[in-house]
């Protein structure tokens, strides 16, 4: 069984930056790709920032490409998203999910491509 458990969230001011993490334990870390979502209080979730099994694939949500920086450690079974430039807009609770996407290359923005997610960890920026 995969278990997820997402940390880093909090409470900053816009302007501010928050490094999320996400442990994952059980299966095979190197085989999945991961990805975050999040999803606001009355909306749907949104996609955010995905990465490949290999590391060397990575794709952005519009609205936070150019501010947040996924990553992986395959060896400590981790993937980070760095998030500088926080705004109101930003506040939400994330989620981190695993899935196995057909190659080693590819990311997926759909949220059904994922088997396993977290609880989430909630972000919350102040203006």
């Known amino acids: 069984q995969v278990q997820l458990a997402e940390s880093g969230g909090g409470l900053v001011q816009a302007g501010d930056s928050l490094r999320l993490s996400c442990a994952v334990s059980g299966g095979t870390f190197s085989s999945y790709a991961m990805a975050w979502f999040r999803q606001a209080p009355g909306k749907e979730r949104d996609y955010v920032a995905g990465?490949?099994?290999?590391?060397?694939?990575?794709y952005y949500g519009g609205s936070v490409r150019g501010r947040f920086s996924i990553s992986r450690d395959n060896g400590k079974k981790i993937v980070h998203l760095q998030m500088n430039s926080l705004n109101p807009e930003d506040t939400a609770k994330y989620y981190c999910?695993?899935?196995?996407?057909?190659?080693?290359?590819?990311?997926?923005?759909?949220?059904?491509?994922?088997?396993?997610w977290g609880q989430g960890t909630q972000v919350t920026v102040s203006s």
């Open positions: 990465i490949s099994r290999n590391g060397r694939g990575t």
């Open positions: 999910a695993v899935g196995t996407l057909p190659t080693a290359q590819d990311v997926s923005i759909l949220s059904e491509s994922y088997d396993y």
